[in-house]
């Protein structure tokens, strides 16, 4: 059973930045698929990015351009960096974990997920 938590978030001024993390247990992130999601209030959940298991990279219009994924075997850990922040981007953040091979961009296809992480981003 793979356990993910997600840290980093917090309340940042639009046009900053900011580093989320995903630590894993009990797998390694370079065995699954990991991506990141994100919820804003009264929304539904949205797909952000992904990184394969072999690393290749799978970025929608919504994250290309400012968010970053990336990965660190040594530390069982995918980092989501996220720059130029805007009001919009005021949601929980969420990392997931799929065993299948790809670019899985939707939930279902997602097998385990963090607790999710807040990021408020203020004017």
């Known amino acids: 059973q793979v356990q993910l938590v997600e840290s980093g978030g917090g309340l940042v001024q639009a046009g900053g930045s900011l580093r989320l993390s995903c630590a894993a247990s009990?797998?390694?992130?370079?065995?699954?698929?990991m991506g990141w999601f994100r919820q804003a209030a009264g929304k539904d959940r949205e797909f952000l990015v992904t990184?394969?298991?072999?690393?290749?990279?799978y970025v929608t219009d919504s994250a290309k351009g400012r968010f970053i994924i990336s990965r660190d075997n040594a530390k069982n850990t995918v980092y989501l960096h996220m720059n130029s922040l805007k009001l919009e981007d005021t949601a929980v953040y969420y990392c997931?974990?799929?065993?299948?091979?790809?670019?899985?961009?939707?939930?279902?296809?997602?097998?385990?997920w963090g607790q999710g992480t807040q990021v408020t981003v203020s004017s």
């Open positions: 997931a974990a799929a065993r299948r091979l790809g670019f899985p961009s939707r939930g279902g296809e997602y097998d385990y």
């Open positions: 009990g797998g390694t992130v370079s065995s699954y698929a």
């Open positions: 990184i394969s298991r072999n690393g290749g990279l």
